[in-house]
T-cell receptor, first 111, second 115 residues
Framework: EDQVTQSPEALRLQEGESSSLNCSYT??????LFWYRQDPGKGPEFLFT???AGEEKEKERLKATLTKKESFLHITAPKPEDSATYLC????????????FGQGTTLQVKP | NAGVTQTPKFRVLKTGQSMTLLCAQD?????MYWYRQDPGMGLRLIHY???????AKGEVPDGYNVSRLKKQNFLLGLESAAPSQTSVYFC??????????????FGPGTRLTVL
């Protein structure tokens, strides 16, 4: 069964304190792994797609990496505006685009 | 470009009432999806469509029906609402089945409460 587990559930950081969020997955043939950001009361906002082990992508203070079993979202020198829930999802090899989501990690960055 | 829009934003129903949630996208996307989001459960797929006139069941389809009569619209119906359907509903759309266009774009959500 395809499954995604994110850890930790919640993370509190001081502004400037770098850290990483983890996304472990099991899927029958990975087509893609997606990271989204979700602010309270809003829909998920796309951040990254990773397709193969060893791939890395960066956007401002965020860097996503992928191995055969997990993905990390590294946050370097975070700012209060990075506070949000970060969602990880995987898409299996079928072409219907169904995503399996993890429960998310809620990040709070204090000034 | 408005992207993906959802109507209404909020709704309160009584048990047994029916309603339809509307999702519209102006990006000419082929694929559309309905998810529900509950605390501690993550986003779960209800139904999806791979093109106009097509629909398919997702992970949690019971109690819901969908229709895709026009390419730009995807409707989610609750025929007889139950308290277990209290949730936040999100619609998403995607270009096609090509590898480089897998990204799903989400709407702002509809918060539904069933009393």
């Amino acid at each position: 069964e395809d499954q995604v587990t994110q850890s930790p559930e919640a993370l509190r950081l001081q502004e400037g304190e770098s850290s990483s969020l983890n996304c472990s997955y099991t899927v029958s043939g990975l087509r893609g792994l997606f990271w989204y950001r979700q602010d309270p009361g809003k829909g998920p906002e796309f951040l990254f797609t990773l397709y193969s082990a060893g791939e890395e992508k960066e956007k401002e203070r965020l860097k996503a990496t992928l191995t055969k079993k997990e993905s990390f979202l590294h946050i370097t020198a975070p700012k209060p505006e990075d506070s949000a829930t970060y969602l990880c999802a995987v898409q299996a090899a079928s072409n219907t685009g169904k995503l399996i989501f993890g429960q998310g990690t809620t990040l709070q960055v204090k000034p | 470009n408005a992207g993906v829009t959802q109507t209404p934003k909020f709704r309160v129903l009584k048990t047994g009432q029916s309603m339809t949630l509307l999702c519209a996208q102006d990006m000419n996307h082929e694929y559309m999806y309905w998810y529900r989001q509950d605390p501690g459960m993550g986003l779960r797929l209800i139904h999806y469509s791979v093109g106009e006139g097509t629909t398919a069941k997702g992970e949690v389809p019971d109690g819901y029906n969908v229709s895709r009569l026009k390419k730009q619209n995807f409707l989610l119906g609750l025929e007889s609402a139950a308290p277990s359907q209290t949730s936040v509903y999100f619609c998403a759309s995607r270009v096609s089945g090509h590898l480089t266009s897998d990204t799903q774009y989400f709407g702002p959500g509809t918060r539904l409460t069933v009393l």
